[in-house]
């Protein structure tokens, strides 16, 4: 059961992440958004209390340690503890949405933003939510940790740094998972099950992609994922998580 427990989703101001805290809101969780995005991240924490949520926001960038480190703090001081960690914070590329041009070939790549942010928000974020969240889970006797994965086509090239990034995550939840076992902490990795078009897509991707209901209850029932699915890339079929990786 996830009524009352106390969850952490990072970028959840809007797109997937907004999806999953409102499915957590709605499961009668405690409820915790972080993001870059302050303005969208207020208008979302009113949409969490209008579902009756006890909710709470706090602008993060998760690739600075300091504000990860206080993100935690203050959510175990609000809420008691930490008992799910969903690590959604990525810069994504959206190449589906028609309006969105492809990102330039590794030769013409610039390092600070396509590899030190791209790369540095999905996984140097994943990393210091986790690295942050788990002494809070070990004293409460254990958890769930939930990374996302994504993807990007080999043709057209553009998807190199985004999907470098998703797939290396696939490793790091593996490992993860064996250090915190003995903790009774579950590490596991799901994608929304498709490219998404957001609230922010333009209306005709809106009309020909699936948004992001369609990722359906997978976040709630990884939040509760067994031991013996950790450290596994997971994928729901007919309503039951299932290995792929």
């Known amino acids: 059961m996830l009524k009352d427990k106390s969850v952490v989703i990072t970028g959840s101001a809007k797109g997937i992440g907004r999806y999953i805290a409102h499915g957590f809101a709605k499961e009668g969780a405690k409820v915790a958004i972080a993001d870059v995005d302050e303005t969208r991240l207020q208008q979302t924490l009113g949409e969490l209390g209008e579902?009756?949520?006890?909710?709470?926001?706090?602008?993060?960038?998760?690739?600075?340690?300091?504000?990860?480190?206080s993100l935690m703090a203050q959510v175990n001081e609000r809420f008691g503890g930490i008992d799910v960690l969903i690590n959604d914070a990525a810069i994504v590329p959206h190449f589906n949405w028609n309006d969105k041009p492809r990102w330039p070939k590794i030769q013409d790549m610039e390092k600070t933003w396509f590899w030190d942010t791209v790369m540095g928000v999905a996984l140097l974020g994943s990393f210091l939510a986790s690295k942050h969240a788990v002494p809070y889970m070990e004293a409460g006797g254990g958890g769930n940790i939930v990374n996302l994965h994504g993807g990007g086509g080999l043709t057209p090239p553009g998807a190199l740094a985004y999907a470098t990034a998703k797939d290396s995550l696939i490793t790091f939840t593996k490992f993860h998972a064996e250090e915190v076992r003995d903790s009774?902490?579950?590490?596991?990795?799901?994608?929304?099950?498709?490219?998404?078009?957001?609230?922010?897509?333009?209306?005709?991707?809106?009309?020909?992609?699936?948004g992001p209901d369609y990722a359906g209850e997978r976040f709630l029932l990884c939040a509760e994922a067994s031991m013996e699915l950790s450290g596994h890339l997971l994928d729901l079929q007919d309503g039951q998580l299932v290995v792929l990786k």
């Open 51 to 69: 579902l009756g949520a006890e909710a709470m926001a706090v602008p993060t960038d998760v690739t600075n340690e300091d504000a990860v480190r």
């Open 184 to 210: 009774n902490i579950s590490v596991v990795i799901i994608s929304p099950g498709a490219a998404i078009a957001t609230e922010d897509a333009p209306e005709e991707a809106r009309n020909r992609m699936p």
